[in-house]
């Protein structure tokens, strides 16, 4: 692990360069950058500081603000301290992790969590139903896997990347840190901190479809003991679809307090707002039990159903405060305290049917839901560093959770043209398939409230075998006691679970360079499910879904400032709910078996490249209906690829390019619909002409980004079989940003 190693552990690099002292810091806790440097063309050696502040020597104490990346220069990171809850080097980390820099991030032109995940290889960006972030991992498909800053963020709806500093993908079941669920592996959020750093940043971008969006970024440190920022949004975009309309905007202060040099007290509030149309996408077409359908051939832009009666809302309020304090003898403590209130809220209609090849008929449906929710966390996590032998090392974690989830969701369904005597559905031409009827929903379906209490302790041991071996090993104990009642019917459920979820993972460093890895791991879901909602008479007698992961891989540092990556893996699913038809499940098993590999970093200090391949088949083992066994598990291309290069022509030009490539799937278990693979091209320019540009004291950058520069028509994501989202023609969008 080389945790926070006696110098003498530590093997010197080839050559001193600035990343090697950076992964040497990172590696021994030592010292931590609070915030990747500004590199706005291209990356920059790690500058030293010469006047030492409050702030750097805190820093240096080994209080850290947070958790998440480290060592970040450019596109890569050094290492990481979610994956383990202890900032760990990439190299030690036994698990495939991506993550995405803020510099990646910006490049891309990615403002949004679905863009930002789209170039990460083997995580699908499934459809959500218009209305929230879904994602496939592994075969596992999730509305909930999804974290800020360590903490669970499970409510459904979009996020954007304003206040985000990274975001990391953590491969596999990771239940050991992160708790129920995360079977295929999690994606965790990491905000911007108010680190002491004295920030100006104002940005703009428009333009396809209308966009309009600003963003502020204010930081500094008040006194010797308080540091202060504030992250803004404001967007107000149009899209290519008929109809469509977003308006988003969210505010995020935090203020840290060092009262003292060993101890950290950080407070954060975020309120955000996504309020736009919910679009559904278009149907399928053709088809015979022999013969699957496809995508109708209808124009991209042709929304199917009544958009004004078609809309999802979002208001989050969430606060945390964070409590860090390093003992004299080195415990480390750290406190986190999380409320969140999401209430969400949303109403569609969509195509329910494929195209009737008979009358070219297309059935539209609808209904309005409202799932607020309101979810309290408290982590206590301890962590003390010490030596059996001067060869043996140990990073010793244990820690404790506790949380509450209230969640309601309520559903009324759609009458058409009457508010009490009309039909369900509407049909409407293929070739006119908006509709402008009434729609009323006054037809009452769901009325549930969930109440969710949840304990869990959990310990993890990194040990140091010489420099050669490490070993991690831990242990997660979760008690889980859902609530469940049903307003409709009166009924009234529930279900207690306590499971442990194993971890141990061994790496071995034949060379400084290049680590190899195995890890085996198990995490489970209780079978209400993601989101609680489907406990009844038979899932309340069932137990929870399991997940056991096998895997294999390797870590090799082939540049200074370059990784390349790989790993084989196969992930088991346990009695799993699989959806069939519109509402109906059975129970069954599935397999995934894959592999993957990325390359990340700078080929040259000029040339900055993200690439990733990830080969996958997900299959369903067995199952309650025997026609069900060997289908392919819905929304899993078996190849995903992508290919980022970011080259800087000179201090004050660059250009970027890329590819994703992604082949077909299918949308359900019946595997009767073929969504077909595509490849779409992107490309960026980038300009800074540097400081004091207009003579303000500023610093000025500017970008240009096209996606699909080919102007590629292809399917992005689907829902089911008749929810299938086309991609974006070609967009073009111009970014400026100001630092003074």
Do not use: C
């Amino acid at each position: 692990m080389r945790v926070d190693a006696p110098q003498e552990k530590a093997r010197p690099a080839p050559r001193p360069t600035p990343h090697a002292n950076v992964r040497a810091r990172a590696v021994r806790h030592a010292a931590q950058a609070p915030r990747a440097p500004a590199q706005p063309i291209a990356p920059a050696p790690v500058a030293l500081r010469v006047e030492k502040t409050f702030w750097d020597s805190a820093t240096a104490s080994g209080v850290v603000l947070g958790r998440g990346p480290i060592g970040v220069q450019g596109y890569v990171a050094a290492g990481t301290s979610s994956a383990t809850k202890t900032a760990t080097s990439i190299m030690d980390i036994p698990q495939s992790v991506s993550i995405l820099t803020k510099q990646q991030m910006q490049d891309r032109g990615s403002v949004s969590l679905g863009q930002a995940l789209t170039y990460v290889p083997g995580v699908t960006v499934v459809q959500g139903e218009g209305n929230r972030d879904q994602i496939t991992i592994r075969g596992q498909d999730t509305t909930a896997d999804f974290y800020t800053d360590g903490v669970r963020d499970d409510a459904q709806y979009y996020r954007d990347l304003y206040n985000i500093s990274a975001v990391e993908v953590l491969k596999g079941p990771s239940a050991l840190i992160f708790g129920r669920g995360g079977g295929g592996g999690v994606v965790n959020r990491v905000t911007k901190k108010a680190d002491g750093e004295t920030i100006r940043e104002l940005g703009f971008s428009t333009g396809s479809w209308g966009r309009k969006r600003a963003t502020v970024d204010l930081g500094q440190a008040v006194s010797d003991t308080v540091a202060l920022r504030l992250n803004a949004l404001y967007e107000q975009s149009y899209g290519f679809r008929d109809f469509f309309d977003l308006e988003r905007y969210g505010v995020n202060p935090t203020l840290t307090w060092r009262p003292e040099e060993n101890t950290s007290v950080t407070l954060s509030y975020e309120h955000f707002r996504d309020h736009r149309t919910a679009d559904r996408g278009i149907p399928s077409i053709g088809g015979s039990p022999v013969v699957p359908a496809y995508p109708a051939s209808t124009p991209i832009n042709s929304f199917f159903g009544n958009a004004d009666a078609s809309y999802s809302k979002v208001d989050l309020n969430r606060a945390s405060l964070v409590v860090d304090h390093k003992t004299d003898f080195g415990l480390e403590i750290r406190n986190q305290t999380v409320y969140a209130d999401y209430q969400k809220r949303y109403q569609n209609t969509f195509p329910d049917q494929p195209v009737a090849l008979a009358t070219g008929l297309v059935s539209i449906d609808g209904y309005v839901a409202s799932n607020p929710r309101q979810n309290i966390f408290n982590q206590t996590d301890f962590t003390y560093k010490f030596s059996m032998t001067p060869d043996i090392r140990h990073t010793l974690l244990f820690g404790a959770e506790i949380g509450n989830q209230k969640s309601d969701d309520w559903r009324d369904l759609s009458r058409w043209n009457d508010p009490f005597t009309g039909p369900r559905r509407v049909n409407t031409p293929f070739w006119f398939p908006s509709v402008y009827n009434q729609v009323f929903f006054t037809n009452p379906n769901r009325r549930r409230h969930t109440d969710l209490d949840l304990a869990a302790g959990y310990v993890q041991d990194q040990i140091e075998i010489t420099k050669y071996v490490d070993v991690v090993a831990g242990v997660r104990f979760d008690s889980f006691d859902l609530a469940f009642a049903d307003g409709l019917n009166g009924q009234q459920f529930r279900r207690a679970d306590n499971r442990w979820s194993p971890r141990v993972g061994l790496v071995v460093k034949p060379l400084e360079e290049l680590s190899l890895y195995g890890s085996w791991s198990r995490s489970f879901l209780p079978s209400a499910g993601d989101q609680f909602n489907v406990l009844n008479v038979t899932t309340a007698s069932l137990g929870p879904q399991g997940f056991e992961n096998y895997e294999v891989g390797f870590k090799a540092r082939i540049l200074p400032r370059l990784y390349f990556t790989g790993a084989l893996y196969q992930l088991d699913r346990t009695n799993q709910q699989l959806t069939v038809g519109p509402i109906g499940t059975i129970i069954g098993d599935t397999r995934t078996r894959g592999g993957e590999f990325g390359l990340v970093g700078n080929v040259t200090d000029e040339w900055q490249v993200s690439l990733g391949y990830a080969h996958q088949a997900a299959a369903i083992m067995s199952a309650q209906n025997a026609g069900a066994i060997g289908k392919v598990v819905p929304s899993v291309p078996r190849d995903t690829f992508s290919f980022w290069n970011r080259y800087d022509i000179t201090p004050m030009f660059g250009v970027g390019a890329g590819v994703v490539h992604n082949s077909r799937f299918y949308p359900t278990i019946d595997n009767a619909v073929i969504v077909p693979g595509y490849t779409r091209v992107d490309g960026a320019v980038f300009f800074n002409p540097g400081k004091n540009f207009f003579g303000l004291g500023e610093e000025i950058s500017a970008q240009v980004n096209i996606e699909n520069i080919l102007g590629a028509t292809y399917y992005a994501s689907a829902h089911n079989n008749n929810n299938i989202m086309p991609g974006a023609p070609r967009s073009a969008y111009v970014t400026i940003n100001a630092r003074y």
